[in-house]
């Protein structure tokens, strides 16, 4: 098992410190994000995101909107989650092995015979290539700034507040 790491490598004073990639951060909470869609609505993860540095969006079959009721909830479990800090792993299986246990339509089929899983601790584990965070709290706060249904699809657009900022969260309005 191996820990994804994330060095900035610019000068010697930052290559030692822990810069962690914005998008690898929004990119880790799309995958808490579609894990409790999942466990609360019984979706697929998202079909389609857009994953940047400031704000983020991702797209579910679904089929209907979001009560604010729901919107919070999901938030609340997406930060319950982030609190636990689990660690975030990768492995590596087949291809046929990974298809006993994930869907593999997003993929293409040029991905490679071996497929990279990341693995949320006990939350989350898909086949995945991009960046991800090493624990949890490196994501920060993640909070959904709306959400929208149109045609069979339900968009929601979130943002994250870093984390262990003293005061003040003047640029995440
Ligand atoms: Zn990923």
Do not use: W
Not at 48 to 61: F, L, N
Not at 75 to 83: G, H, L, Q, S, T
Request: hydrophobic share 30%.
């Amino acid at each position: 098992m191996v820990y994804i790491t994330h060095f900035r490598k610019k000068d010697k004073n930052t290559a030692m410190k822990h810069k962690i990639d914005p998008k690898s951060r929004m990119h880790s909470a799309e995958h808490l994000l579609n894990q409790t869609m999942v466990r609360m609505f019984n979706c697929g993860r998202c079909f389609s995101a857009h994953i940047e540095k400031k704000k983020s969006k991702c797209d579910y079959h679904f089929d209907r909107s979001l009560t604010e009721k729901e919107t919070r909830e999901i938030e609340k479990r997406v930060n319950d989650v982030i609190k636990t800090d689990m660690p975030v792993t990768e492995e590596y299986m087949t291809r046929e092995e990974a298809r006993t246990y994930f869907k593999l339509d997003r993929l293409p089929e040029d991905a490679g015979g071996e497929l990279r899983i990341v693995r949320i601790g006990d939350y989350d584990a898909c086949p995945c290539i991009g960046q991800h965070v090493n624990s949890l709290r490196e994501i920060g706060t993640f909070r959904i700034v709306s959400s929208s249904f149109d045609s069979g699809v339900l968009r929601i657009r979130y943002k994250i507040a870093q984390p262990a900022k003293p005061q003040g969260l003047s640029n995440e309005q």
